[in-house]
Nanobody
Framework: VQLVESGGGLVQAGGSLRLSCAASGNIYPFRAMGWYRQAPGQQRGLVATDTSGGTTNYAASVKGRFAISRDNDKKRVNLQMNSLKPEDTAVYYC??????????WGQGTQVTVSS
């Protein structure tokens, strides 16, 4: 299984970016997909997740600004990021958990928000 992210980059504060992550390989339907992020000197932390049952979960710091979505085939997950702040600067990682509980990670995509 491979997860490949796209859509990172540099944006000014208040701007928007959209991240996408596509899964490929011998995959079964994922139980959940989502996004984590890691800023320099900090631990990787949850941004948003979406389960196959339709439940979404957001970090408090992004709630109301970010929106997670999955394509109908459940093999792609997107993250729409609005009203970006400098503290959103981090490497963003795509995440997936399959039906037997195995976790997969993408290689990460850099998001930089300038003030």
């Amino acid at each position: 299984v491979q997860l490949v992210e796209s859509g990172g980059g540099l944006v000014q504060a208040g701007g928007s970016l959209r991240l996408s992550c596509a899964a490929s390989g011998n995959i079964y339907p994922f139980r959940a997909m989502g996004w984590y992020r890691q800023a320099p000197g900090q631990q990787r932390g949850l941004v948003a997740t979406d389960t196959s049952g339709g439940t979404t979960n957001y970090a408090a710091s992004v709630k109301g600004r970010f929106a997670i979505s999955r394509d109908n085939d459940k093999k792609r997950v997107n993250l729409q990021m609005n009203s970006l702040k400098p503290e959103d600067t981090a490497v963003y990682y795509c995440y997936a958990r399959d039906v037997v509980g195995a976790d997969y990670w993408g290689q990460g995509t850099q998001v930089t928000v300038s003030s």
